[in-house]
């Protein structure tokens, strides 16, 4: 619970800084920007993230032995989606559709493992993607690059050998819990049937979120060239990853406000983008907003969710 509210506390005071130095206007600018095209191009690319994304997820499930059929896995992704665009923390949704799925299928652990598993590998997937497009454009952040570069690389290493050195025999806490990981990490995304699919669908929802900030960024006024826009967006996006926001809002603008005036545009600029990927985001995130809305009148009615079944 603190630390629950210390990360909203965090988005808070990050966007009381942002409101601090650029006022207002930015987000009020944006947000009058955005037109009709924009909301049903968002939709469409949050029809094709939100499908690739539930793919994953039932593909890592699968692997882990909790069946998740794709239908399924969709209603319930759009839930996380919405909740997540709505709530502190940006996290939430993913909990309760981890928990959720694991309590139908009989194994809240597994199915908690699959949610922890399949964001991960998105997370990897997205940082090792922003790394060549970073280094592939110019950027801001193009002289730190080497060192980010060998941190990645080193993490990587570091964990293929702590997986190679975990003992086959130990009943201790913490051995037990590196033999699960691995025997994870094998079975749920390394696996022939899973592997080619949870890299795929990984690198679709990346595409996906990208463009759909490049459109924000028109949206909001932009007139850069894209090749100069393309790595502004992705630091952006990678900001959305830290803990420290209030319904998305939060890191992503701060860092859409550095990024856009360090690379010569305007701080308010960068704001103003953010603040109409939110919305963009948001709208996409709609048909979760249906999806609860139909639980919560078939609980009215009597009625109950069928259970995911394997």
Do not use: K
Request: glycine fraction near 14%.
């Amino acid at each position: 619970m603190f630390w629950a509210w210390a990360r909203a506390l965090g988005g808070v005071g990050l966007l009381g800084a942002l409101l601090w130095q650029v006022g207002g206007g930015p987000f009020l600018d944006g947000l009058a920007l955005i037109d009709g095209p924009a909301l049903a191009a968002a939709l469409a690319i949050g029809v094709l993230t939100t499908v690739c994304g539930a793919w994953r997820w039932s593909l890592v499930a699968g692997g882990l032995g909790v069946r998740l059929p794709l239908r399924t896995a969709v209603a319930h992704c759009y839930r996380a989606v919405f909740l997540n665009a709505t709530l502190p923390g940006g996290v939430l949704g993913d909990v309760h559709r981890a928990v959720r799925h694991g309590r139908d299928a009989g194994d809240v652990g597994r199915g908690v493992r699959a949610v922890v598993w399949e964001r991960t590998a998105g997370q990897v997937v997205q940082v090792v993607l922003a790394l060549v497009l970073l280094a592939a454009f110019p950027s801001p952040v193009r002289p730190y690059l080497p060192a980010a570069i060998a941190v990645v690389v080193a993490g990587g290493l570091a964990a293929v050998l702590l997986a190679r050195a975990v003992p086959r025999a130990g009943r201790s806490r913490w051995a037990r819990a590196l033999r699960a990981a691995v025997t994870d990490v094998r079975a749920g995304l390394l696996a022939r049937r899973t592997w080619f699919g949870v890299l795929l669908a990984s690198a679709v929802m990346v595409a996906g979120h990208l463009a759909t900030f490049l459109l924000a960024a028109r949206t909001a006024g932009a007139t850069a060239p894209l090749s100069r826009l393309l790595p502004l967006t992705l630091l952006a996006l990678l900001a959305m990853g830290l803990p420290l926001n209030v319904a998305g809002f939060g890191p992503r603008e701060g860092v859409a406000a550095w990024a856009f005036g360090a690379a010569g545009l305007t701080a308010a600029q960068g704001v103003a983008t953010a603040t109409v990927y939110g919305a963009l985001v948001l709208v996409a995130s709609l048909p979760g907003a249906a999806v609860l809305l139909r639980r919560g009148t078939r609980s009215a009615a009597g009625g109950r969710e069928p259970a995911d079944r394997g």
